[in-house]
Nanobody, 127 residues
Framework: QVQLVESGGGLVEAGGSLRLSCVGS????????MGWFRQAPEKEREFVAT?????????DYADSVKGRFTISRDNAKDTVYLQMNSLKPEDTAVYYC???????????????????WGQGTQVTVSS
């Protein structure tokens, strides 16, 4: 049974930082590209960041977080991270990690490309 478990969310003031973690189990983690998405209240879920299957893999970011967020992974720990700096109130959302299987060096902004999803972790940024 595949599981993705996020952690690291919480309440932070604007300008602060958080690091989210997502641990995978039940899958060959280094065979999957990974992504982070988020859903704010009364809004659709949106893409945040993605990384290829390699720890040194290519990355892609939504324009709204580029330069502030960094996605990385440690395949030895079956974990993907999202380092979030200079947080803004508009970053408030539930953050989800997701895993997808495709050709090597693939990464994706599209939800439909992902096979597995975590339950999410709440991030709240106060002004």
């Amino acid at each position: 049974q595949v599981q993705l478990v996020e952690s690291g969310g919480g309440l932070v003031e604007a300008g602060g930082s958080l690091r989210l973690s997502c641990v995978g189990s039940g899958l060959t983690f280094n065979s999957y590209f990974m992504g982070w998405f988020r859903q704010a209240p009364e809004k659709e879920r949106e893409f945040v960041a993605t990384i290829t299957h390699l720890s040194s893999g290519g990355t892609d970011y939504a324009d709204s977080v580029k330069g502030r967020f960094t996605i990385s992974r440690d395949n030895a720990k079956d974990t993907v991270y999202l380092q979030m700096n200079s947080l803004k109130p508009e970053d408030t959302a539930v953050y989800y990690c997701a895993a997808g299987r495709h050709r090597i060096y693939y990464r994706s902004r599209r939800e439909n490309d992902y096979n597995y999803w975590g339950q999410g972790t709440q991030v709240t940024v106060s002004s």
